[in-house]
């Protein structure tokens, strides 16, 4: 059985090891307040794991059916990791419809390694005649624009600083959307940002989806939200 990823490690791990800590003062010193503490701790990690495990495969599968793909749609996974959302659309289309993902950020082997692994996940679902993964440049895309009927970016673009690039960087996404192609973004961060970008760029219907428990990263403040944007 194949296990699990985690998204960001070392922050489920930082908050397990504060649990120990707090579980060891309490034992030591006898006070009620470390239990609660304790307690807390615990509840912050099962929400990011759940939000990790189970709550992005959700919040994923419901943002894909807010495109409205037709199968032979041409469609943007912009920010692609592993290549599992890359599948899900893919699976999602028949010839002619292709999925396009974009590893983004700097080249280096672990980016390298990473590219790798969404080619291979590619294979393992037999969608490699269907969809295509490359390395690009998120401020200077290399597609024509008007290309895409749809455009998905997962917890890419709160990455992308400073907020002259983030812009930069969603006014590369809406060149290359069609007139009637729908944007989403799924992020935590800068909606208010993205929203005002996208209306000076000619969108007039956006709007912004709440998540839920299944996107807290641990916290209520850390919140998924899914934006949707389209021109008309």
Same mark, same amino acid.
């Given at each position: 059985m194949k296990s699990k990823r985690v998204d960001a490690p070392l922050v489920p791990l930082a908050i397990a090891l504060a649990a120990m800590l707090s579980i060891g003062a309490a034992v030591v010193w006898h006070q009620w307040l470390f239990w609660l503490v304790t307690v807390l701790l615990l509840i912050c990690l099962g929400l990011y794991l759940n939000a990790s495990w189970r709550g992005k495969e959700q919040i994923i599968d419901e943002t894909i059916t807010y495109l409205h793909l037709s199968s032979d749609a041409q469609v943007l996974d912009l920010g692609t990791d592993q290549g599992k959302v890359l599948v899900k659309l893919a699976k999602r289309l028949t010839i002619p419809g292709h999925a396009t993902g974009v590893k983004v950020g700097r080249k280096s082997a672990q980016s390298h390694n990473s590219l790798a692994r969404a080619k291979d996940s590619l294979q393992a679902a037999a969608m490699a005649d269907r969809a295509s993964v490359q390395a690009a440049d998120i401020l200077n895309l290399p597609f024509k624009d008007h290309q895409f009927d749809g455009i998905l970016i997962w917890m890419t673009l709160h990455q992308v600083k400073p907020t002259i690039n983030r812009a930069r960087a969603v +006014?590369?996404?809406?060149?290359?959307?069609?007139? &009637?192609?729908?944007?989403?973004?799924? &992020?935590f961060r800068h909606f208010d940002e993205y929203q005002k970008i996208l209306a000076g760029l000619g969108f007039h219907d956006i709007?912004?989806? +709440?998540? $839920?428990?299944? $996107?807290?990263? $641990?916290?209520?403040?850390?919140?998924?939200?899914?934006l949707l944007a389209k021109r008309f």
């Amino acid at each position: 059985m194949k296990s699990k990823r985690v998204d960001a490690p070392l922050v489920p791990l930082a908050i397990a090891l504060a649990a120990m800590l707090s579980i060891g003062a309490a034992v030591v010193w006898h006070q009620w307040l470390f239990w609660l503490v304790t307690v807390l701790l615990l509840i912050c990690l099962g929400l990011y794991l759940n939000a990790s495990w189970r709550g992005k495969e959700q919040i994923i599968d419901e943002t894909i059916t807010y495109l409205h793909l037709s199968s032979d749609a041409q469609v943007l996974d912009l920010g692609t990791d592993q290549g599992k959302v890359l599948v899900k659309l893919a699976k999602r289309l028949t010839i002619p419809g292709h999925a396009t993902g974009v590893k983004v950020g700097r080249k280096s082997a672990q980016s390298h390694n990473s590219l790798a692994r969404a080619k291979d996940s590619l294979q393992a679902a037999a969608m490699a005649d269907r969809a295509s993964v490359q390395a690009a440049d998120i401020l200077n895309l290399p597609f024509k624009d008007h290309q895409f009927d749809g455009i998905l970016i997962w917890m890419t673009l709160h990455q992308v600083k400073p907020t002259i690039n983030r812009a930069r960087a969603v +006014q590369e996404a809406a060149r290359t959307l069609k007139s &009637d192609g729908t944007l989403a973004i799924i &992020d935590f961060r800068h909606f208010d940002e993205y929203q005002k970008i996208l209306a000076g760029l000619g969108f007039h219907d956006i709007t912004v989806h +709440q998540c $839920g428990v299944n $996107g807290w990263w $641990g916290v209520p403040w850390l919140s998924t939200k899914i934006l949707l944007a389209k021109r008309f």
